[in-house]
């Protein structure tokens, strides 16, 4: 997974890997779920949430210290670049404050002490590591007889079949059609003779519309189409070297968020994934190993997987 995408995405402000699907992080069944966990943790117990991202599931573990007076100390590790400061809601905003936050640490190189924390966590996270080197870490940091928990994507889940269809999108966007670089040219045209010739504008709608005529109907491929208008109606007011910068820059974040979901693809576990995982754990010394899948409204959303030392 390369950590330059991932540290662009968190700079935008997102608090969860849902970005503006989840603005005031996770809710429903799964919230639950880690409420309930974080609530068993003893009076002054040490939790960290690797892979962290924004600190989505290290805010909920503040918030549940906070209400319970549990008073956590509260750490959280990511491989990439954490913000300090993320564009979410004042009480999001007030929760990160009580979280210690470690960046450029994976999953496979946790740098703490042995016998550390009562509590380990990743939520859609720790799947995207080395299992066999991340279990080791986890077992090794944590405290005798703590416990560690896991919600990782799984290939049944309905999140894994919307990602393989916008990444169909996004491939067809950026590679087939090539709809950027297509008003790309047209901006070509403005920068150097001052208007866009009728060739290249005939063209620029040609690839436009094929496009939109295959995914017609299709929330991405509309957004995508709606952007590249949006900056080219810019040319009436800015100069057209700026907007075919910006367009280059628009392009760069689609074919990143393109990555992203082909990360997640291949990080999602299946069946025997599960198995596999389960059966590493007891193999280097966890016990109480096991994994259920989660449900809301009756679609898959993931598994949790727990563990003790």
Partial sequence: MAQDYWDTFWKQGFITTFGNTMPNNYQGPLRELWETIFSRVSNGGRVLDIATGSGALACIAAEIS????????I?????????????APEEISRLRKKINFFSNMPCEKLDFPGNHFDLITSQFGIEYSDWSQSLLEVLRTLKSSGSA?????????????????EIKIYKSALENYKIFNAAAIFTKTFVEHGQASRTDSLALNKTINDFRSEFQGRELANMLVADIASQLKKLRTKEADQVAGILIEREAEYSAAQARLEDM?????SDSDLQSIIDLAKRIGFKDVSSRDLYQQGELIGAHIHMTK
Wanted: glycine share 2%; net charge negative.
């Fill in 66 to 73: 906070d209400r319970s007076g549990l008073d956590l100390d």
């Fill in 149 to 165: 928990d896991f919600f990782c994507h799984r290939e049944q889940a309905k999140t894994y079949q919307q990602s393989e269809s």
């Fill in 75 to 87: 750490l959280a590790a990511d491989f990439a670049k954490i913000p300090e400061e993320i564009n």
């Fill in 265 to 269: 693809l291949s990080a999602a576990l």
